[in-house]
């Protein structure tokens, strides 16, 4: 299996007389939806779909009901979830309240196991995709 991706030129956003550069972004071939990666997960253990769609439900309800009451949430080798947030600046701590908080955003840590299948990945070019002709 390959990662995709295209080549992309660029202006320096800090130096935007700069000349472009060239960069590397990966290509997304399609989003799986959670639909699918039950059946994938009932086709290599003893879980039928429907088991494996109520489950993947039920973490997601877990996983939101545990970052909001602030927690983090590894899952072993795969790594940890947990939350961040921008906030207003303040110039003392004394003004420093929850009204600063302007979002929280979600972020995921992958653990070692994760991180060192990353190492392996390859890559090709995704201009060398070649579409077939629908009928």
Known sequence: MSIFYNRVERINPQDKTAPKKWYATLKT???VREKEVAK???DETTMDRKEVEMALDRFEQILIRLLLD???????DWGSFYLT???AASDTKAEVTASNIKNLNIRFSPGVELTDALKHATFIAAETLVSTPTK
């Open 29 to 31: 071939i399609r989003q």
């Open 40 to 42: 994938l997960v009932a």
């Open 70 to 76: 602030g927690h983090s949430v590894q899952l072993g």
């Open 85 to 87: 947030c921008n906030s």
